[in-house]
């Protein structure tokens, strides 16, 4: 599935098998989940994607000589720069990503530096390993960010959140969970998952929070967070885009609150997360989708209508 041009939809074409150049590995792939990073690509919220695009990067496959591994976002780094050299790969001045600067996953086949593919627990099958790779990977990232926070605020239920939310009951937090105002199928969600309490965006917590992760691309969810946030609370954004973040009193950030992002993965993120993952045991709750299908799941994404994640299979 193609993108030619931002804000157009994917379309379903012919291209020849990719040829593995030096250190790559080529996969047949199995599943690919789909992020609501691919969105921002095909909207056009993220500017100069590769065009034309494969989309994807949360790639389940079985390389030409029958292992089976994960490909996620991060792609290539120049392994150099001060970042690279300061253990902050994710921040690579020369970063490439899978699925955004190189093709991804919404294809029969992809290849990849094997050096930043995962090998994939066992427990999970294909459909099911799929969202460990960006929404488990970059959810764990953002609650390893959130420092050690007991009462933790989760605003927006999509596929990180589901994730995060059995990690972060397995840590022994307690569990907040914010949606969007009169959802009341994500409000019951938030709650199966462990949320103690779950309401809508706008409301209060009946206590304050230590941390406070946004999923939800919604900039007016910073100062709404903080306000929700006790003195020296941290709200950490968890997604590649957002919308303007209106201004708001300094009183709401002052007593230490911190607003911070974060960007991308570590190999090492990916390493400690998936040997997490089925110790939790993170179960990852799916809607499957087949490939020629990809542009149906962007809209069901777009409009907020997944439970849990949404998994391309091939
Ligand atoms: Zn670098
Ligand atoms: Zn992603």
């Known amino acids: 599935m193609v993108l030619s041009a931002q804000r157009e939809p994917l379309e379903l074409r012919d291209l020849p098998v990719p040829e593995p150049g030096p250190g790559q590995v080529r996969l047949r792939v199995r599943a690919c989940g789909v992020c609501r990073t691919d969105l921002h ?10 065009l034309p695009l494969v989309p994807g990067h949360q790639i389940v496959g079985e390389t030409d000589d029958g ?7 991060l ?4 392994g150099t720069c001060r970042f690279c050299t300061s253990a902050r790969e994710n921040l690579c001045d020369e970063a490439r990503f899978t699925g955004y600067d190189l093709d991804g996953g919404y294809a029969e ?11 994939l627990p066992d427990e999970y099958d294909d459909v099911q390993a799929a969202p460990l790779l960006c929404a488990g990977l970059i959810g764990y990232r953002s609650l390893r960010l959130a420092g050690d926070a007991e009462r933790l605020g989760l605003y927006g239920f999509g596929a990180s959140a589901h994730i995060v939310a059995q990690v972060a009951r397995h840590q022994g937090r307690r569990l907040f969970g914010f949606v969007r105002h009169g959802d009341e199928q994500a409000r019951a969600f938030a709650l199966e998952l462990g ?3 779950a309401g809508w965006s706008d409301e209060r917590p009946p206590e304050e929070l230590d941390a406070a992760i946004l999923f939800a691309p919604v900039g007016a969810l910073v100062p709404a967070a903080l306000a929700a946030l006790g003195r020296g609370g941290t709200v950490v954004c968890a997604g590649i885009h957002m919308s303007d973040i209106p201004s708001f009193p300094y009183e709401l950030l002052w007593e230490e609150r911190s607003v911070r992002s974060v960007a991308n993965l570590t190999r090492l993120d990916g390493e400690e997360f998936l040997a997490l993952a089925p110790r939790v045991p993170v179960r990852t709750e799916i809607e499957i989708f087949a490939l020629e299908d990809a542009n149906e799941a962007l809209a069901r994404m777009r409009s907020g209508d997944i439970r849990g994640a949404a998994v391309l299979r091939l």
């Open 41 to 50: 690509v095909v909207d056009g919220d993220l500017p100069h994607p590769k």
């Open 109 to 119: 086949y992809v290849v990849a530096d094997e050096r930043f593919c995962f090998p």
């Open 195 to 197: 949320c103690e309490w």
């Open 67 to 73: 292992r089976r591994l994960g490909v996620p976002w």
């Open 75 to 78: 792609g290539w780094t120049d």
